[in-house]
Each structure stands twice: as C-alpha cells, then as structure tokens.
C-alpha cells in the first residue's frame, strides 16, 4: 500500500514587497518533502474565487498533489513585511477559507494511508479546522510521524491548545523564539535550551524534539541523542518559508531510512537554500 507525507493546515497566498507567492507552513513542508522524494499531499481548503483558481495552477505546475475543497470562504492571504535582514513579519487575515476546512471522506482514507503528518497551531485558531486536524490525527497509523510545527502566530494559540498538540503529536519542531513563549506559559522558563527541550520530551513521550536557532545553529533531541549543527552563512533574500523546508528535508530523509543526523544534515541544506530565495516553494538546487 502506498504511504503518504501530508502537510495539513494553511494553504494561502504570501503577499510579499514583490509580489504574491505561494505558502502556508503545511504545503510548504509538503512541497519540500515532495521534492527530496516523499509522496506528499497537500490538505487545506479554498475559496470559490480567483486566487484559489491561482493556488490550483500552481501546484499543478509543481506537481504537488493535494486535496483541497473550495469552501465559501474567500482564499487566505497573508501580508509579509519583511525587517533588513530579511525576517518577516506576518499580518494574517481572519475568516478565510483555510479556517473552514471540511472533513471528507477522502481525508480519513489518506490519513489511513499516512507515514507522515505535519500540522501546526495556526489552522487550529477556528473550531471547524481544529476538529478536522483532530480527527485527521486520530485516523492515522500507530507508525505515522505526526509532526507538531507549532508556528506561534499573532494571538492564534492557547496554552490549552499546545498542550492537546503535544499530546496528540511525536515530533515536536519549533523555534528558539517559541521555545521561550511555551516555557513561559508551561512555567519552566528558568531552564536551559537542552533542559527546556528534553522536558518536553519526556512530559509528552515524543520521538524527536526539533529546535531551529536561526543564525545560532539547530538541535535535534532523542531520548539518548542530541545532534547540533551550525547555520551555514549565506545571503539572506528572506527567512521565509525556510523553516518549513528544515522540516519536510528532516522528515523526507527520516522517511527515506537515513538516520537523524543525516536528515539533520540534509535539512540545514535545505533551509540555508531557501533562505537565499525570495518565497519559500523553491525546488533545492534550483532558483
């Protein structure tokens, strides 16, 4: 039987200084993790409208399959305000139509099917999306990867909401900066990096703990492992996206058989590319 990767949550449009691309955390993770070699779909939802008539040219320009239904909701968009160095702000608008994504049956078959989930906190803000994921997740496998990409965004999570992710995922990736505002809420600000992440590890039995530094490198923690690597210097075009492809290299590579600290290995490369890029649907190796 043939196993899927699947990225679920937003799919939406970044509106960036130069122009609109294509992007929302999950299919981002699943374009990359498609790219690097995993059977990848992409679920969410659209608009009856233009920009989601866009958003269906373009993945099938990339070749990304996905299931995405068109609700009444207009298709999402997202302004991007970018600092000097390239790190985005985001301004993401409320009501739109990947905060209404429908349960059909063709997705509890594909969760049936899935070796691999990534999903975040951001699809979650409304209760008609959150319960989709919920049961998604409950459909999948005991050996499914059930990535937890937490993407802090705004005012969009709760302590709550955190809490029943971690429980129902077994990888956690987040971000230094996420790090602090999750030990905060939980009450362990008063630990070090290593200390935070391996809490988390052991209070929500997860498999992996993946924390990206930025500038400062990136972890990777197991119950008897810890690899740490360090960014590599490139020319920053922007940061967006790039976090999305550390994720769907990491989990590609994993899928593939290769160890922790090769998918670690392959996901620095993969990020650092990314970053030099403006947008984050960008094919490794190639502008």
């Known amino acids: 039987?043939?196993?899927?990767?699947?990225?679920?949550?937003?799919?939406?449009?970044?509106c960036l200084p130069e122009g609109k691309k294509l992007g929302g955390a999950p299919a981002n993770f699943a374009?990359?993790?498609?790219v690097l070699g995993a059977d990848t779909v992409a679920v969410s939802a659209i608009g009856n409208d233009a920009l989601g008539d866009e958003i269906l040219r373009e993945l099938d320009g990339k070749g990304l399959k996905y299931l995405l239904p068109r609700v009444e909701q207009a298709t999402g968009t997202?302004?991007?305000?970018?600092?000097?160095?390239g790190i985005p702000t985001y301004e993401i608008k409320t009501g739109v139509a990947w905060d209404n994504i429908p349960l059909l049956p063709g997705m509890v078959q594909l969760a049936e099917k899935c070796n691999c989930v990534c999903f975040g906190s951001l699809a979650q803000r409304s209760e008609v999306s959150r319960n989709t994921i919920?049961?998604?997740?409950?459909?999948t496998p005991d050996d499914c990867l059930r990535i937890f990409d937490i993407n802090l965004r705004q005012h969009f999570y709760t302590k709550e909401l955190i809490h029943d992710n971690l429980l129902a995922c077994n990888v956690?990736?987040?971000?230094?900066?996420?790090?602090?505002?999750?030990?905060?809420?939980?009450?362990?600000t008063d630990l070090s990096i290593e200390e935070k992440c391996r809490r988390l590890l052991g209070d929500y039995h997860l498999k992996l703990v993946i924390l990206t530094c930025g500038v400062n490198g990136s972890y990777v923690f197991a119950s008897n492992q810890k690899s740490f690597l360090e960014t590599p210097k490139v020319e920053v075009a922007d940061t967006v996206g790039a976090g999305d492809s550390f994720t769907g290299a990491f989990a590609a590579s994993l899928l593939a058989g290769h160890t922790i600290l090769e998918a670690h290995q392959l996901a620095v490369k993969v990020s650092a590319y990314i970053c030099t890029q403006k947008g984050a649907m960008h094919s490794f190796g190639n502008s």
């Not at 997202?78 to 160095?85: C, F, K, S």
């Open 1 to 14: 039987m043939k196993r899927y990767a699947v990225g679920l949550g937003e799919i939406l449009w970044d």
């Open 31 to 34: 374009f990359h993790a498609g």
């Open 78 to 85: 997202v302004q991007v305000t970018l600092d000097g160095e």
């Open 134 to 139: 919920k049961e998604f997740l409950r459909h």
């Open 172 to 188: 956690l990736k987040i971000n230094d900066e996420e790090l602090g505002i999750v030990s905060k809420l939980f009450g362990f």
